[in-house]
């Protein structure tokens, strides 16, 4: 048998949000750390992300006088996923998300106890549809999370091994006992598998998120590069059970958008989304928890619907919201356009009828202080605007395709539990393999709740997962001859 020098407390693989968590909470138990990174830097598509972090009762909600609870999180939590989700696991989850994000205020991330506006803006924001603020934005978004939590690791002496990806695990005896990399073996008391998802790996979304199909060439992916599904060539070899199939994050786009917004831009605030018949059915500004789903149901194309003063009106400097790149869209016909709704409805194949009535009944509400119909003035306020946008009434008119396009992260991953132990298929615990972040599923469902959700997910879980394997590896080390 190996003696201890040889072997390392716990190996983490994937340097990304939940990766660094784990390694960081291990570490601070005492814990030998090593993390290996398959790609040439750390961060993964936390680092990518806008850090959104959801988390109730915390001591941010508390300084804007904001009553909030676990418990209410996780009725709201489950609600919204229709309770397909295991209980036990999503309680441990939303128990640990206010401990988790004090945990990383005490590391140095800065997040004002002051109203936000947007998910690029410091401090509380509305996440999704939760009946209380529960969007924390943390200074410098994504990147400063992952700044913070990299200063942490170098702080406990947490080697980072880049470029390393992982081949394979160690199982001896049904047991894992480290992991190969580049054909040298690891060997570990414990590990955690903290490699993303699988949003770069073509094969896999078709086997395992076929929905992401649906997009056809309007599908483009924002998740990190190293998102190859790594996690589950881990999981069949020791029998791990893989819950989640075809959940994940499609974010509603036009067709032109590439990039995430704050690259691509954002539309302009005088549009209406538009069904096959012609009508409005959503709230323009509704969360990406609910939007992807709504238009889902309509059972065909829909279109943002905006004029020229919509188009005049979009700042410069974005890549694809511009309003000169609109109307190169428009001049090579992709955006379809016309002198008249009329017209429009025509290009569009909806009823005309239907059309202008949706604009007309639409410009004699929210551009006079409220939307009576889908509530939309209370979204812009949470996003603080206080003026009403304008009437769509100035031609030519636009209209561009919208679907859930934009590819966020994948759910599909290796069962855990509450304590982040991966299960495997007849419902018991794997010796020694913890999971976290995608690669560790269950926590996020069918509907994302909102944003947040995942990098939320991604810290609080690899927090678990890193202080279950430090105790993993003091039990192991105890009983080791």
């Given at each position: 048998m190996s003696t201890e020098e040889d072997v390392v407390d716990v190996v983490v693989v994937g340097g990304g949000g939940a990766g660094l968590a784990a390694a960081v909470s291990a570490a601070e138990q005492g814990a030998s750390v090593l993390l290996l990174e398959s790609q040439k830097e750390l961060g993964g598509s936390t680092q990518l992300s806008a850090g959104l972090f959801t988390a109730a009762g915390t001591s941010v909600q508390r300084g804007l006088g904001v009553e909030d609870s676990a418990e209410k999180f996780f009725q709201h939590y489950m609600d919204l996923n229709q309770w397909l989700l295991e209980p036990g696991l999503v309680k441990a989850f939303c128990d640990n998300a206010g401990p988790t994000l004090e945990w990383l205020l005490e590391l140095g991330v800065e997040?004002?106890?002051?109203?936000?506006?947007?998910?690029?803006?410091?401090?509380?924001?509305?996440?999704?549809?939760?009946?209380?603020?529960?969007?924390?934005?943390?200074?410098?978004?994504?990147y400063g999370l992952v700044q913070t939590l990299d200063a942490a690791r170098k702080k406990h002496g947490v080697e980072a091994v880049l470029n390393a990806r992982v081949q394979r695990l160690l199982v001896e005896d049904g047991e894992v006992r480290g992991v190969v990399v580049d054909d040298i073996e690891v060997r570990a008391h414990a590990v955690v598998v903290a490699s993303g998802g699988f949003a770069q790996n073509p094969a896999l979304l078709e086997q395992l998120y076929p929905t992401?199909?649906?997009?056809?060439?309007?599908?483009?992916?924002?998740?990190?590069?190293?998102?190859?599904?790594?996690?589950?060539?881990?999981?069949?070899?020791?029998?791990?059970?893989?819950?989640?199939?075809?959940?994940?994050?499609?974010m509603p786009t036009v067709y032109f958008q590439r990039l995430h917004h704050w690259q691509s831009g954002f539309p302009p605030r005088s549009r209406v989304h538009v069904n096959p018949q012609g009508r409005r059915f959503m709230d323009e500004d509704a969360s990406y928890a609910v939007s992807g789903g709504l238009i889902d149901l309509q059972g065909g194309p829909c279109h943002v619907v905006f004029d020229e003063k919509a188009r005049l009106s979009l700042p410069a400097g974005y890549a694809h919201w511009d309003a000169e790149h609109v109307l190169a869209e428009a001049e090579a016909g992709r955006t379809l356009r016309a002198d008249s709704l009329e017209e429009l409805a025509g290009l569009m194949g909806v009823p005309a009828d239907a059309l202008v009535a949706t604009v007309e009944r639409w410009n004699t509400q929210l551009p006079?202080?409220?939307d009576p119909d889908f509530l939309r003035h209370v979204s812009l306020a949470a996003k603080g605007v206080s003026e009403p946008p304008a009437p769509i009434a100035d031609g030519p008119f636009y209209a561009a395709r919208i679907r859930p396009a934009e590819l966020v992260c994948t759910h599909a991953g290796l069962q855990i539990?509450?304590?982040?132990?991966?299960?495997?298929?007849?419902?018991?615990?794997?010796?020694?393999?913890?999971?976290?972040?995608?690669?560790?599923?269950?926590?996020?469902?069918?509907?994302?709740?909102?944003?947040?959700?995942?990098?939320?997910?991604?810290?609080t879980m690899g927090r678990i997962a890193g202080l279950g394997a430090a105790r993993a590896a003091v039990a192991r080390t105890t009983t080791t001859v």
């Amino acid at each position: 048998m190996s003696t201890e020098e040889d072997v390392v407390d716990v190996v983490v693989v994937g340097g990304g949000g939940a990766g660094l968590a784990a390694a960081v909470s291990a570490a601070e138990q005492g814990a030998s750390v090593l993390l290996l990174e398959s790609q040439k830097e750390l961060g993964g598509s936390t680092q990518l992300s806008a850090g959104l972090f959801t988390a109730a009762g915390t001591s941010v909600q508390r300084g804007l006088g904001v009553e909030d609870s676990a418990e209410k999180f996780f009725q709201h939590y489950m609600d919204l996923n229709q309770w397909l989700l295991e209980p036990g696991l999503v309680k441990a989850f939303c128990d640990n998300a206010g401990p988790t994000l004090e945990w990383l205020l005490e590391l140095g991330v800065e997040i004002p106890a002051v109203v936000s506006a947007s998910a690029h803006e410091p401090g509380l924001c509305r996440a999704g549809v939760e009946d209380v603020w529960r969007g924390h934005v943390p200074k410098d978004q994504g990147y400063g999370l992952v700044q913070t939590l990299d200063a942490a690791r170098k702080k406990h002496g947490v080697e980072a091994v880049l470029n390393a990806r992982v081949q394979r695990l160690l199982v001896e005896d049904g047991e894992v006992r480290g992991v190969v990399v580049d054909d040298i073996e690891v060997r570990a008391h414990a590990v955690v598998v903290a490699s993303g998802g699988f949003a770069q790996n073509p094969a896999l979304l078709e086997q395992l998120y076929p929905t992401v199909l649906e997009a056809g060439d309007d599908l483009f992916v924002v998740a990190a590069e190293g998102s190859q599904g790594d996690h589950l060539a881990f999981g069949e070899q020791v029998d791990a059970a893989v819950v989640g199939h075809d959940w994940g994050l499609l974010m509603p786009t036009v067709y032109f958008q590439r990039l995430h917004h704050w690259q691509s831009g954002f539309p302009p605030r005088s549009r209406v989304h538009v069904n096959p018949q012609g009508r409005r059915f959503m709230d323009e500004d509704a969360s990406y928890a609910v939007s992807g789903g709504l238009i889902d149901l309509q059972g065909g194309p829909c279109h943002v619907v905006f004029d020229e003063k919509a188009r005049l009106s979009l700042p410069a400097g974005y890549a694809h919201w511009d309003a000169e790149h609109v109307l190169a869209e428009a001049e090579a016909g992709r955006t379809l356009r016309a002198d008249s709704l009329e017209e429009l409805a025509g290009l569009m194949g909806v009823p005309a009828d239907a059309l202008v009535a949706t604009v007309e009944r639409w410009n004699t509400q929210l551009p006079q202080g409220e939307d009576p119909d889908f509530l939309r003035h209370v979204s812009l306020a949470a996003k603080g605007v206080s003026e009403p946008p304008a009437p769509i009434a100035d031609g030519p008119f636009y209209a561009a395709r919208i679907r859930p396009a934009e590819l966020v992260c994948t759910h599909a991953g290796l069962q855990i539990d509450g304590s982040a132990a991966v299960v495997d298929r007849v419902g018991d615990t794997v010796p020694g393999l913890f999971a976290a972040g995608e690669a560790g599923a269950g926590v996020l469902g069918a509907r994302y709740v909102g944003g947040g959700n995942a990098v939320a997910n991604a810290l609080t879980m690899g927090r678990i997962a890193g202080l279950g394997a430090a105790r993993a590896a003091v039990a192991r080390t105890t009983t080791t001859v």
